[in-house]
């Protein structure tokens, strides 16, 4: 006999779903719920009972946090309709997904751990006249927990003398713990030292903020740190000189500022990416009047050839300018030409712009760099009306014959004209800045350059701020981000063998040729085009890692033999370790976005997986500190801890063919994930076989 459809379609209560609807309490009474029907739910949503409350409390609430839980509750409320029909697992799958997908963004564990412990210490002293932040961040020793709270020392000398007084820290601690609100993210809390509270994360959590995020339609960018979208950053950075090849120490300034502006573009920043190039000043008097002068019929007659090498040109014309007053002369005479507009020299100029240009976007496609050039001369019609800006309001005086501005904390000025009547350094980066700030509408500026801008770029933001370009009426952030020098295996700064500054192309082509016979002497099947693809991956890669992966400060030592090594923290072996995971799943023969899709379940028992799924979930943390720091270090050292830490529970627990292997296989699906975005972010392609 067939049954009603009511039968049909009525699953057991399930604490699953009565766990998932007990949200959004003292907004709308939602619990009247649990153990209905699903036609009963239905019937609830198709005559907007419940649809209508919760949309009417959204739009109340003055909370953005209570409000996404309310944009939670509907997408739920959709979700369990859809699922009644479907088996427990399928609808178990698809309320994680709508979990993920609801909110704007995941938040860190760190940052919910926060909140539980800011609350309870709120609850347990409500005599304090202001709130106490906790104070939570990863513990030092895994063995005694995930996460450690260290407000109770800080608070015992707060509340001497008041009600809520305690005799010692560790009595703080006891009644910061026994306050802390019931959740699902804290498996147990323990008590160290003088009242240091650790913190072990639940696993059954873990594996839910796991599975949550593959299951999100957004996948691992639902767990892009909040706060940047939307936000106007202008990154410059790279920033070669025109008729100059880029060297190594131009290296450092591209790949610092890409990982920079591919982090932000992560967390959903508009980033415009800027190239301050050096194409303007004196040094192209010095060039066009070599140039004409080395063909009788002069500046008509010059052609793309007299700009084929630039090197060549540029050291041919510096000789005769350092060597011979008349022709430096000649060639202050040829800068004014130009700067008038004297269309020979324009044309001339231009033909070196593009020959560098051309040159500089060789080396930028090799490293998978975009930047928008916006050089020195988009800025040199603004210059004269800064100037005369700063000084009708005073902001610049002359002094010596200079047009200077005077800032604190500096003996000497800020030269904004100089006594000649030129325009340097200064001058173009005042009217790049206000530019930026009044033009761009630039939430955040950061320029990457070498530590020795440091003090010119100080003065440079003082001064913008003595003369109001950035404004007080909005938060704009700006950065200098400093990076060290790159040294030779001497320790002194590396050169070449003829004591000249080491070609940026030469260096990269020498780093490919390495792995291109490394690579073959491991695969001597592989076909030419999966060597070069693999060449150029391994080889730009590691040049890039071995730069980033120490702090952008300090001066590293360039080698090839470390930075190709097989072992230790380089990209050739995370590259590796990425194709080992890569090969565990093809081993199995089982996609897991399948098992994803079907609803397989994570399950963390063996503690090597329950440490692998924290370590996966802190890689918001480990972004978040990348943005606060503007150190792509933060990154490289999360990504080679994330190696380490997938090796131990490869090593203790068996994946394909045991009894949790599709636990397992997701598992190593989401470190796979994490490692790829990790790798993307640094610049790195990545190899699923190497």
Known sequence: MRQSSRDATSPRRSPFWYNNLKICAGFVVIEMLCGRTPQRIAFCKTTYTI????????????????????????????????????????????????????????????????????EAIQKAFPG?????????????????????????MSLFGRLKGTDDAQKNPRAVADAIVANLPPSEIIKETSLAGPGFINIRVSPSWLAARTSAMLASNEGIASWAPEGYEHKKVIVDFSSPNVAKEMHVGHLRSTIIGDTISKTLEFCGADVLRLNHIGDWGTQFGMLIQYISEKRPEGLNASTNEDVADLQVLYRAAKQRFDEEDDFK????????????????????????????????????????????????????????????????????????????????GHKIPLIVKKSDGGFGYASTDMAAIKHRISEEKADWIIYVTDAGQSQHFDMVFAAAKKAGYIPTDRDIRIDHVPFGLVLGEDGKKFRSRSGDVVRLVELLDEAKERCTSTIKERRPDITDEELDAASSAMGYGAVKYADLKGHRTTNYRFSFDEMLSLQGNTAVYLLYAHARIASIIRKSGIDPEDLVTKGAKLVLEHETEVALALHIARFPEAIEATLDELTPNRITDYLYDLSGVFNQFYNECQVVGSDAQDSRLLLCHAAAVVMRKCLSLLGITVLYRI
């Open 329 to 408: 002369v000649r060639s202050r005479e040829a800068v004014t030409a130009l700067q008038s507009g004297k269309p020979e020299y324009v044309e001339a100029w231009q033909r070196i712009c593009d020959a560098s240009r051309r040159e500089f976007e060789k080396i930028y496609k090799r490293l998978g760099v975009t930047i928008q050039e916006r050089g020195e001369s988009f800025y040199n019609p603004l210059l004269n009306g800064v100037v005369d800006d700063l000084m009708d309001r005073g902001i610049a005086e002359v002094s010596d014959g200079a047009t200077c501005v005077f800032v604190d």
């Open 128 to 152: 304090l006249g202001s709130a106490e932040p906790a104070l939570v961040s990863a513990c030092n020793q895994p063995k005694y927990g995930d996460y450690q709270c260290n407000n109770a």
């Open 51 to 118: 649809r209508s409350s919760l949309q009417t409390g959204r739009a109340l609430l003055g909370s953005r946090r209570m409000s996404n839980k309310v944009t939670e509750a509907l997408s739920k409320l959709d979700l369990m309709v859809q699922s009644a029909s479907t088996s427990p697992s399928q609808g178990q799958a698809r309320l994680v997904a709508a979990q993920a997908s609801a909110t704007d963004k995941v938040r860190c564990v760190r940052h919910e751990l926060v909140d539980l412990f800011s």
